[in-house]
């Protein structure tokens, strides 16, 4: 029979942790978050002004590109892509 290219091979591969090592760094990691203090107050800020930027900056950015084309297509009139 054909082995499934999606299953892992039964045998380990020497230098591959086991699952119980796997779960246990896992483990590890969860404790030392759950340790570790929580983000302070300009850690939320500084998310709020990335987030605030990320939709400020395109917004802008077609505003200018309709003031743009307002500017070149003047004498057509009736349009306004702003």
Known sequence: MKQNPKRPPSTPVPGDPT???Q??????R???ARRSATPGVWFG?????????SVVVPTLLGAALGLW???????SGGRSWT
């Open 45 to 53: 800020l500084g998310m709020m002004g990335l987030i605030g930027w």
């Open 30 to 32: 969860k404790l030392k």
């Open 19 to 21: 699952l119980a090592e």
């Open 69 to 75: 084309l307002d500017q070149q297509h003047q004498a």
């Open 23 to 28: 779960v246990g760094a896992k483990a590890a």
